[in-house]
T-cell receptor, first 113, second 114 residues
Framework: SQKIEQNSEALNIQEGKTATLTCNYTNYSPAYLQWYRQDPGRGPVFLLLIRENEKEKRKERLKVTFDTTLKQSLFHITASQPADSATYLCALVPYSSASKIIFGSGTRLSIRP | KAGVTQTPRYLIKTRGQQVTLSCSPISGHRSVSWYQQTPGQGLQFLFEYFSETQRNKGNFPGRFSGRQFSNSRSEMNVSTLELGDSALYLC?????????????FGAGTRLSVL
């Protein structure tokens, strides 16, 4: 069956460390992966996307990697801050239907001071 | 530029009733998608509209329906409500329906079915 999984439901790390979130998928052919941030009581906010033929993308303290052999994307936040605490969602956009986006269940990230 | 606006923010209904949710997309965005978010199932795609036509549909029963108007505003309707329909319903708009289809979400409508 087709699945997209974010391995950790929750992740707690110390301020200043690098947070690494994992997104794995099976039985999909993604055109690209997107990452969103969601704060309590609000809708998700787009952060970054990475295409199938790209290995890595960066934006300020954020970095996303995409390994189509492992069927995995990693999302990194360097020099993490308490303000980075939120739920992070990965989203797969399949070649078969770009409008039918499949979201992972999310990882709740907590950065402690 | 104003973001995606969803109304109402909160709704309480009883089983068997029906409900209509509204979404105004970002100006210039022609694609509107609807999602259901629950703690158990996460964020699940309901359907997507582009230029007043439903372009794609998720795996939800026919009680869930929607439409889009000529000004791109969209409504979603759920008939014969069930307890399991309690969820956060999110609307998202995007500039086009294709690549890269970045979703701009509203704050959602929290529906509680009693």
């Amino acid at each position: 069956s087709q699945k997209i999984e974010q391995n950790s439901e929750a992740l707690n790390i110390q301020e200043g460390k690098t947070a690494t979130l994992t997104c794995n998928y099976t039985n999909y052919s993604p055109a690209y992966l997107q990452w969103y941030r969601q704060d309590p009581g609000r809708g998700p906010v787009f952060l970054l996307l990475i295409r199938e033929n790209e290995k890595e993308k960066r934006k300020e303290r954020l970095k996303v990697t995409f390994d189509t052999t492992l069927k995995q994307s990693l999302f990194h936040i360097t020099a993490s801050q308490p303000a980075d605490s939120a739920t992070y969602l990965c989203a797969l956009v399949p070649y078969s239907s770009a409008s039918k986006i499949i979201f992972g269940s999310g990882t709740r990230l907590s950065i402690r001071p | 530029k104003a973001g995606v606006t969803q109304t109402p923010r909160y709704l309480i209904k009883t089983r068997g009733q029906q409900v209509t949710l509204s979404c105004s997309p970002i100006s210039g965005h022609r694609s509107v998608s609807w999602y259901q978010q629950t703690p158990g199932q996460g964020l699940q795609f309901l359907f997507e509209y582009f230029s007043e036509t439903q372009r794609n549909k998720g795996n939800f029963p026919g009680r869930f329906s929607g439409r889009q108007f000529s000004n791109s505003r969209s409504e979603m309707n759920v008939s014969t409500l069930e307890l399991g329909d309690s969820a956060l319903y999110l609307c998202a708009s995007s500039l086009t329906t294709g690549d890269p289809n970045i979703q701009y979400f509203g704050a959602g409508t929290r529906l509680s079915v009693l």
